[in-house]
């Protein structure tokens, strides 16, 4: 039978929301960045980087510090909930930022 670590669980999920939100937070700073930038695609890939860096070296530490997977499954389920609320955020709040284009 499989035993399930709580306490890793509960680890994982308590270091995962600051680190879910952050990194949802980079997102927003880096879509405005890049909305305003003339070369938008270079600030894209290097915000692309910065974010998933720090995710992945945050799991990675995480699992090495726990010596279980359990941990990187709290991770995980709290970085899906920030994604689905920042989504449902996105999508309830209204285009405050929208550029009038030209001709229409």
Known sequence: MIEI???AILL???IG?????LFFYGLNWGMRLALA???PG???LLSFFVRMTLLLAIAFVL???TNSLWSLVGYMLV???VRVLA????KISPATHLVKQEGV
Not at 17 to 21: A, N, Q
Not at 87 to 90: F, G, N, P, Y
């Open 79 to 81: 970085f899906l909930l």
């Open 42 to 44: 270079g600030v894209l």
């Open 5 to 7: 670590n709580t306490t």
């Open 17 to 21: 929301l600051p680190i879910s939100v």
């Open 87 to 90: 989504v449902l955020r996105a």
């Open 37 to 39: 930038s003339t070369s």
């Open 12 to 14: 994982g999920a308590v």
């Open 63 to 65: 699992i090495r510090f």
